[in-house]
């Protein structure tokens, strides 16, 4: 088990979440990894260049036999590198050992890191190798990557960029203002050819800023989502749509990028395109009425039952950092990085029953707590009985618990056990730690069917404490 108080002062607080998200810690969890480059072999000698990426730490090194050795690097603290290579005929392999140090997050103090990992590349291949490490310590893990956009890998998902639309379909109402309300909406299913991405595209108040409402003419700015509002490991490259579409005209318009790495993974590329389209839409008038008789206004429908093929009129390729399309995507810490340097609780609802019986809900802070909420605790003695979680990911609650309340003092102190496996499904961490706080609101009390129940002067109120003593294991 190992004691985070031996590792790290007290953590300072965390104001910098967006450059931490990228700094040699955050990365050294989420991607201790390696770019072999340049390697070139003759007469049993070998060369390289290798660079760390969660440290950006380079070396080139050149080998005799099995062993290399570096002629330059850059310098690291505390770094040590072991390579070993084995070249077979037409194949090299690698073992990468290497341990660094990040203090990134708390100046004076390092936080050393060892990790591992192999690959192989074919001799002549002048594309880099990728060789993605596990974590040794301070923990044992093998990150995660992401899957990636959809489809990325599809084969020529860079070439002649094309959409199909699938039942455009267009609404036009007149109205006076009075007795009913000019509108019009656009919704289409917008399909990239290349890459099988589907976007459902359409018009209407409460998308965009949520205000503005559906103009009654004039061109429609369209809202387009797809899968990335129904996965969040999309990695860090996620596709981005604009469309409109023009009345007057039936003008279709759209904007897309979307991500590729279909020839190979150390050659990802971005597209963005571009294209406008006359969408052929057969129309038919009736009459709008209000209990069966005519008001005077009239709804215009147009739809094209058949799929509408949209080809791109302008593309641009933009390159990408190797092996990039499968990255996580940064972000502010979550459980396990938040439980490591800022470990709080934040709770909510407390309640007091007869002075003795005590319940409240509670999250782990963290700065990405995606769709999870606060769980309820209630007591059992001095045992915690921790309510049902959603099953909607790994939970930021305890999964064991203790605690007690003095009402005088309105202080509480918990013990909880909780665990974070966000980064390595398979292995997650397990944490305890200590929270002594005070619930720094007044209480109001009343008597039901003879049971005084206390809550919150303030029924929204919510505080954050600090966890202390945290120390972690895995089994």
């Not at 002062?9 to 990894?33: D, E, L, M, N, R």
């Not at 192999?118 to 974590?135: A, C, E, Q, R, T």
Request: include cysteine; charged fraction near 10%; charge should be negative.
């Amino acid at each position: 088990m190992l004691s985070l108080s031996l590792l790290f002062a007290a953590a300072a607080a965390v104001s910098a979440q967006s450059a931490q998200s990228s700094g040699c810690t955050s990365k050294s969890f989420s991607i201790p990894s390696w770019l072999i480059d340049n390697f070139q072999t003759a007469a049993g000698k070998s060369s390289f260049h290798i660079t760390n990426r969660a440290t950006n730490y380079t070396a080139d090194l050149t080998c005799s036999g099995n062993t290399c050795a570096s002629g330059s690097s850059t310098n690291w603290s505390n770094d040590t590198l072991q390579v070993f290579l084995q070249v077979s005929g037409e194949t090299a392999e690698f073992l990468v050992n290497q341990t660094w140090t990040c203090n990134d997050r708390n100046a004076t103090k390092v936080l050393p890191f060892t990790a591992f990992g192999n690959g192989s590349l074919s001799v002549g291949d002048n594309l880099p190798l990728l060789i993605k490490g596990s974590l040794v310590s301070p923990v044992a893990i093998t990150p995660q990557y992401a899957s990636g956009p959809t489809g990325h890998s599809n084969p020529g998902c860079a070439a002649a960029p094309k959409w199909s639309l699938s039942a455009p379909f267009y609404t036009n109402q007149t109205g006076d203002g009075i007795t009913a309300i000019a509108s019009q909406d656009f919704n289409v299913l917008l399909i990239n050819n290349a890459t099988g991405y589907e976007a459902s595209c359409m018009s209407g108040a409460g998308f965009g800023d949520g205000l503005t409402p559906t103009p009654a003419t004039g061109p429609l700015n369209l809202v387009c989502a797809g899968y990335e509002f129904q996965s969040s490991n999309g990695g860090r490259y996620g596709i981005t749509t604009a469309a409109y579409f023009d009345p007057s005209t039936f003008t279709f318009n759209v904007n897309q990028t979307w991500y590729c790495d279909d020839v190979s993974a150390a050659k990802p590329v971005q597209i963005t395109a571009s294209a406008s389209q006359v969408l052929p839409l057969t129309c038919t008038a009736s009459p709008v009425t209000v209990d069966g008789v005519p008001d005077g206004n009239t709804k215009t429908s147009c739809i094209n039952r058949a799929d509408v093929t949209v080809v791109a009129q302008h593309s641009a390729t933009t390159p990408l950092a190797p092996y990039s399309i499968e990255d996580p995507v940064p972000g502010s810490d979550a459980c396990t990085l938040s439980s490591v340097f800022h470990p709080q609780w934040t709770f909510s609802a407390f309640e007091v029953d007869n002075n003795t019986s005590v319940s409240f809900e509670i999250i782990l802070r963290t700065g990405s707590p995606g769709f999870q909420f606060p769980i309820s605790i209630t007591q059992d003695g001095d045992a915690c009985v921790v309510g049902a979680g959603g099953n909607i990911g790994p939970p930021l609650w305890p999964t064991a618990c203790s605690f007690t309340y003095e009402p005088k003092k309105q202080e509480l102190t918990l013990k909880a056990e909780w665990s974070c496996s966000e980064l390595d499904l398979d292995h997650p961490i397990y944490f305890s730690g200590t929270t002594t706080t005070t619930v720094n609101s007044p209480l109001t009390c009343e008597t039901v069917d003879g049971v005084s129940q206390c809550v919150t002067e303030d029924g929204g109120y919510q505080w954050t404490a600090d966890i202390s003593n945290v120390t972690w294991h895995q089994t």
